[in-house]
């Protein structure tokens, strides 16, 4: 199996505040790599494929970037909506999350 | 538009079996793959499995092979997750999902989950 590993697990902003998440991976995956958001009590939505392509509906506060073994989820202003668990998932032959990074503030 | 309504939530004993469905509209059904996500209490996201209801292929990951079962109804454009003797370990919200690529991917599609709770 591929691991993910995310870091911070938790990670305490400001609105306003400029917001890095990094996910890396055991092995390379390319950019085989999605990013969602979860929501308490929602289920995920997707933010990010192939590593860097912005969802259609998604803010252009969030971008990702990476290939290989590590990946960054940005975002530039936090917003009070952004306050949520973010989760990377690989999907390089078979497909692993990582563990969640909560942004709270 | 593309809706995925999953079943409503179940309590069950252990040893119990059990089946819960994501009934699928507004695409071709055939066509994408849907997967299952667990989301055990208080925890992260775990890949499940995925399955291609045109031909019924059906990938697992290592940790659920064995565990559970998918599967898919054309005939209803319903995916299902299966167990056939419950644990109170299998405690958790499941998510169904679609797929826009082939093969294995990202999710863009999710339903609203369905919690399964197995306590005696």
């Known amino acids: 199996d591929i691991q993910m590993t995310q870091s911070p697990s938790t990670l305490s902003a400001s609105v306003g505040d400029r917001v890095t998440i990094t996910c890396r991976a055991s092995?390379?995956?390319?950019?085989?790599l999605a990013w969602y958001q979860q929501r308490p009590g929602k289920a995920p939505t997707l933010l990010i494929y192939?590593?860097?392509t912005l969802q259609s509906g998604v803010p252009s506060r969030f971008s990702g970037s990476g290939s290989g073994t590590e990946f960054t989820l940005t975002i530039s202003s936090l917003q009070p909506d952004d306050f949520a668990t973010y989760y990377c998932q690989q999907f390089s032959g078979l497909s692993t999350f990582g563990q969640g990074t909560k942004v709270q503030i | 538009e593309v809706q995925l309504v999953q079943s409503g939530a179940e309590v069950k004993k252990p040893g119990e079996s059990l089946k819960i469905s994501c009934k699928a509209s507004g695409y071709s059904f055939t066509n994408y793959w849907i997967g299952w996500v667990r989301q055990m209490p208080g925890k992260g996201l775990e890949w499940m499995g995925i399955?291609?209801?045109?031909?019924?292929?059906?990938r697992y990951s290592p940790s659920f092979q064995g565990q559970v079962t998918i599967s898919a109804d054309r005939s209803t454009t319903t995916a299902y997750l299966q167990w056939s003797s419950l644990k109170a370990s299998d405690t958790a919200m499941y998510y169904c999902a679609r797929q826009t690529a082939r093969g294995v991917s990202y999710f863009e599609y999710w339903g609203q989950g369905t919690l399964v709770t197995v306590s005696s």
């Open positions: 399955i291609y209801p045109g031909d019924f292929d059906t």
């Open positions: 192939k590593a860097s």
């Open positions: 092995q390379s995956i390319s950019s085989w």
